[in-house]
């Protein structure tokens, strides 16, 4: 979870798998969140909350995502194929 981190956080290369609720909650938050595989989530992988926040979500491996307030590219499922862009 990384509630009001600071933009010059980055967040890389951990596995997190089958969390009961949500494998990455960011709240409020602008880090970068690069080549991280979140899977197994009970509800998202990874979940954006918060006005004004603008995370950088790029070059990972999620199945499910909430929220629209971050940009990225080149993140993938876990079957490989493109995954939504956050």
Same mark, same amino acid.
């Given at each position: 979870m990384c509630s009001n981190?600071?933009?010059?956080v980055t967040i890389t290369n951990n $596995? @997190?798998?089958s969390n009961d609720e949500f494998g990455m909650s960011l709240s409020f938050s602008s880090p970068s969140i690069l080549y991280n595989r979140v899977?197994?989530?009970g509800i998202y992988d $990874? @979940?954006?909350?918060?006005?004004?926040?603008t995370p950088n979500i790029s070059f990972n491996v999620y199945d499910t995502i909430s929220?629209?307030?971050g940009v990225g590219m080149y993140?993938?499922?876990s079957d490989g194929?493109?995954?939504?862009e956050p």
């Open positions: 981190c600071a933009s010059n $596995i @997190i798998t899977t197994g989530s $990874i @979940i954006l909350m918060g006005n004004g926040t929220g629209t307030t993140n993938v499922k194929t493109p995954a939504i």
